[in-house]
């Protein structure tokens, strides 16, 4: 079972640029989330998903996109990449809303924007 | 607003010892979900165990034990007889049942060392 995949697994970005991270998700999971952990740090809600074609902001949205046009699909779209956005990025999925099913996380996408 | 505090930073132990890992949280809601993570150093994140607001009972799973007090807002976690697999960082983290945010703790590392 793939569960939650996350591409690239690492990526070094110049300031400015502007990428996306892949995350899909075999589960036909409802729920998908976007997550960042700084060094040392827990992590913060970026942005999340119950379903196609419905998104929302979380705790740390601004610098990010996000779309979901399918249930499997969920990537994260940095614009214009900046010093503050190197992190390490976590995608998740749940069947239903938080809390009343655990979330499966992605491997984490160690991005570092120089 | 939901909070989760994990007061202990690092932990250092000797392989067999047991090791408490603490965690308070803070909430508004009566309906919530309390969640235990490990991220061991290959960063990946793994479910331990999911606990309701309405089930104050404890909890064992091999070596692994938890500790939820509504009374104190804690939901402590035990290793027994610790290994040095069990050197991760673990996160505490907390859903309310009204809302679809996961706020995470900052985490506690845990070394055992053999």
């Known amino acids: 079972n793939a569960g939650v995949t996350q591409t690239p697994k690492f990526r070094i970005l110049k300031i400015g640029q502007s990428m996306t991270l892949q995350c899909t998700q075999d589960m036909n999971h409802n729920y998908m989330y976007w997550y960042r952990q700084d060094p040392g740090m827990g992590l913060k809600l970026i942005y999340y998903s119950v379903g196609a074609g419905i998104t929302d902001k979380g705790e740390v949205p601004n610098g990010y996109n996000v779309s979901r046009s399918t249930t499997e699909d969920f990537p994260l779209r940095l614009e214009l990449a900046a010093p503050s956005q190197t992190s390490v990025y976590f995608c998740a999925s749940s069947y239903s809303k938080q809390g009343a099913q655990p979330q499966h996380f992605g491997d984490g996408t160690r991005l570092s924007i120089l | 607003a939901q909070k989760v505090t994990q007061a202990q930073t690092e932990i250092s132990v000797v392989e067999k010892e047991d090791v408490t890992l603490d965690c308070v949280y803070e909430?508004?809601?009566?309906?919530?979900?309390l969640f235990w993570y490990k991220q061991p150093p290959s960063g990946e994140l793994v479910f331990l165990i999911r606990?309701?607001?309405?089930?104050?009972q404890n909890e064992i799973s091999g070596r692994y034990s938890w500790n939820f007090q509504k009374s104190t807002s804690s939901f402590n976690f035990t290793i027994t007889a610790s290994q040095v697999v069990d050197s991760a960082v673990y996160f505490c983290?907390?859903?309310?049942?009204?809302?679809?945010?996961?706020?995470f703790g900052e985490g506690t590392q845990l070394t055992v060392n053999p």
């Open positions: 983290a907390l859903s309310e049942a009204s809302g679809s945010r996961l706020t």
């Open positions: 606990r309701n607001s309405f089930d104050e």
């Open positions: 909430t508004r809601d009566t309906t919530y979900y």
